[in-house]
């Protein structure tokens, strides 16, 4: 008798519930089914208090007169309508955010490689800034600093700094950089200079691109966008710096001129004003912030292995080059994706400022809803805004990480 | 003796001493080196023969004792340091290539940035060094996107680019694939018959005993013995060294 040795092979037809190809589709439609379901209840769940209370949904009161001052910001009046209010909000929010972010990058890179200092006085001075505004509420913070502003002294016995800075209880005066009549004429010579630039620019990586490199293989040939980049340095900048240069001398006023802050009868003129809120939030969500992306700095710059420091160490750079062209262009990569949520974190931690009663987008939110019956709306108005930052940040960092990481695939 | 050694030290070491923290590494290690002299040092793990050869170009520093490298002592000066890295090429277990630089560019960086040379001429050298590695097709590829043989023969034309004295190798096979041991193997025999000097940590004893002009054998932080290749492999003196060339002869 033959003996059948050939292994048994289960091919039986499946049958639907135990189809892994079919299980799966299947979750997803039914998890899909139960969120719409959920959510349809509670709209229509919150629809149905809305109306008992008398209310509805209504965008239309965003054209009606908001009716309340604001500190500052952009251009408003209370006669204003609400829209217009908001939008003052949201402009507050982004300069917070946007001034705080460039800040605490700078501040946190410093702190961050400070800590890993050979030297142990610069390393201990960073671990304590850091240990210290990490570990202490934001809130708590911003309003201590906000109580610090307070207390500044006078106009009139104003800090000085250089003689064009000068803090005092109103807060921070900069000097400003304002456009004068010569600035739409060099905004012309500005446009040529562009224009220009991109003629040549095009032109030239044409140039190498289909003639100087024409004989080399395809794979040694320089793509048309590093012919691009060759040509942007080499060529459009210096024409685009003698274009506008030039054009600065030959328009008949300075385009711009440099607006000292100067004390008069009622408190300083001209120049930038940074209010006691502004500058009391803007302290303490870069303070903050800088001591968390310290540590994002560290760990990125300490994920860059020990070897690679050797081997460049091993070809002769200097600990500075080390540093520059080896570790932290490997850091970078590691160091985007968390410095990304310390930079939504910042702008959404601005929201605090209702502590203190900076005009930011949440404040002048809850005023509205104070104001109107539409609480539902504006919460949702507010929740949008922010999330549309937030998206929007993160789309430009995951554009930049991804067009600065570039390792080849590994095998 | 190999036909390129001369009789001019390049490496000197006088009683060199290292501790990591209790461990004593080195305890004394006295030799010369000379120029064209290929020497392969060999050992159990933990035995402190790389600590020694990193001890050369101070990416560990030695606590006790004097090294002196091509006339410069090996001290706390930076530039000191710095000029001896200049004249000293290694060759790591890893490889550690520049993983965000293309392959040329990995061999142009040193060139470029510490010599100063034109990014033309560099490239130009560099090119050169890769087809004498026989991976000039591999010049615009990134390490991640080449073998491990290829990641370290990249790495050898990296360190020659910048025209070393004397070229270190620490493990420098460890981390192949069988496969790829030979194409490196073959590399530093042809680097070998060139007249470089060459400081070998390696467990290939079929290398040794063709290229080297001595072997060291070191044990627990010391010399325990040193001799041509055919003296060291067929008459050893020491219960240690024989017991070790047994067991790795077994392989």
Same mark, same amino acid.
């Not at chain 1, 702190?111 to 505004?133: D, K």
């Not at chain 1, 309003?143 to 006078?154: G, I, K, S």
């Not at chain 1, 000085?160 to 600035?183: H, K, W």
């Given at each position: 008798m033959m003996e059948d040795n050939s292994p048994k092979v289960i091919s039986d037809k499946i049958p639907f519930y135990r189809d892994v190809r079919f299980l799966q589709v299947f979750f997803q439609i039914l998890f899909l089914i139960g969120i719409v379901l959920l959510a349809g209840f509670l709209y229509s769940n919150m629809l149905n208090g809305l109306k008992k209370q008398g209310l509805e949904l209504e965008l239309s009161f965003l054209r009606t007169e908001a009716g309340f001052d604001i500190s500052e910001g952009i251009? *408003?009046?209370? =006669? &204003?309508? *609400?829209?217009?209010?908001? =939008? +003052? %909000?949201? +402009?507050? /929010?982004?300069?917070? =955010?946007?001034? %705080?972010?460039? $800040?605490? /990058?700078?501040? %946190?890179?410093?702190?961050?490689?400070?800590?890993?200092? =050979?030297?142990? #006085?610069?390393?201990?001075?960073?671990?304590? *800034? +850091?240990? $210290?505004?990490?570990?202490? @509420?934001?809130?708590?913070?911003?309003?201590?600093? *906000?109580?610090?502003?307070?207390?500044? @002294?006078? +106009? &009139?016995?104003?800090?000085?700094?250089? &003689?064009?800075?000068?803090?005092?209880?109103?807060?921070?005066?900069? @000097?400003?950089?304002?456009?004068?009549? %010569? #600035?739409i004429p060099w905004l012309w010579y500005l446009l040529v200079g562009i224009i220009l630039a991109i003629i040549v620019v095009l032109g030239l990586a044409a140039f190498r691109y289909f003639f100087e490199f024409r004989e080399l293989h395809e794979t040694d040939r320089p793509s048309f966008i590093s012919n691009i980049i060759f040509g942007a340095k080499w060529v459009a900048a210096p024409i685009f710096l003698i274009v506008t240069i030039v054009g600065w001398f030959l328009t008949p006023e300075v385009p711009f001129e440099l607006l000292q802050p100067e004390l008069q009868r009622f408190g300083f003129v001209g120049g930038m004003n940074f209010s006691p809120e502004f500058t009391a939030l803007l302290i303490g969500l870069t303070v903050y912030t800088s001591a968390f992306i310290a540590e994002v700095v560290r760990s990125g710059i300490q994920a860059v292995v020990k070897g690679q420091r050797e081997a460049a160490r091993s070809v002769g750079l200097k600990e500075s080059q080390v540093l520059r062209l080896v570790v932290v262009p490997q850091a970078i990569p590691v160091i985007v994706p968390p410095l990304t949520s310390q930079y939504l974190n910042l702008a959404k931690n601005s929201s605090l400022a209702i502590a203190i009663g900076f005009p930011e987008l949440f404040q002048i939110g809850k005023t509205m809803i104070g104001q109107t019956d539409q609480s539902i709306l504006i919460f949702a108005m507010i929740m949008v805004s922010y999330l549309i930052m937030s998206l929007t940040t993160s789309a430009f960092m995951n554009w930049y990480n991804r067009s600065i990481t570039r390792m080849g695939r590994s095998k | 003796m190999n036909e390129n050694t001369t009789n001019d030290p390049i490496i000197i070491c006088e009683d060199v001493h290292k501790w990591f923290d209790d461990f004593h590494v080195l305890k004394g290690i006295t030799t010369t080196f000379k120029k064209g002299e290929r020497a392969v040092i060999c050992g159990p793990s933990g035995s402190g023969k790389s600590t020694f050869i990193r001890t050369i170009n101070r990416l560990e520093e030695h606590q006790r004792g004097t090294i002196i490298v091509d006339g410069i002592e090996l001290s706390n000066d930076l530039r000191n340091i710095n000029l001896i890295r200049q004249e000293v090429g290694m060759v790591f277990q890893q490889f550690n290539l520049f993983p965000h630089l293309t392959n040329i560019k990995n061999i142009t960086l040193g060139p470029i940035q510490v010599r100063k040379m034109s990014k033309k001429a560099a490239e130009e050298a560099a090119l050169a060094l890769l087809e004498r590695m026989d991976i000039a097709d591999q010049a615009y590829k990134y390490p991640a996107e080449i073998s491990g043989g290829q990641q370290q023969r990249v790495a050898i034309a990296r360190a020659l680019a910048m025209e070393p004295k004397i070229m270190l190798f620490d493990e420098p096979t460890s981390a192949l694939d069988p496969e790829m041991i030979s194409e490196v193997l073959d590399v530093m025999r042809e680097l070998a018959h060139s007249g470089m000097t060459m400081l070998v940590v390696t467990h290939e004893m079929g290398f040794a005993r063709e290229v080297a002009d001595r072997v060291m054998f070191f044990d627990e932080g010391v010399v325990i013995e040193e001799a041509a290749p055919a003296d060291f492999f067929d008459n050893p003196q020491h219960e240690r060294t024989k017991l070790f060339i047994s067991q790795t002869l077994q392989h």
């Open positions: 251009e *408003y009046e209370s =006669s &204003d309508t *609400y829209l217009k209010a908001f =939008s +003052v %909000g949201v +402009v507050n /929010t982004i300069k917070v =955010s946007i001034i %705080g972010i460039f $800040c605490a /990058t700078f501040i %946190g890179f410093f702190f961050g490689i400070a800590r890993l200092s =050979s030297n142990w #006085l610069v390393r201990t001075i960073a671990s304590v *800034y +850091v240990e $210290c505004f990490r570990n202490i @509420p934001v809130i708590l913070q911003i309003m201590f600093w *906000y109580a610090t502003m307070l207390v500044l @002294p006078a +106009v &009139d016995e104003s800090i000085s700094l250089f &003689d064009s800075i000068f803090i005092n209880v109103q807060g921070v005066y900069l @000097p400003s950089l304002e456009g004068t009549a %010569g #600035l | -």
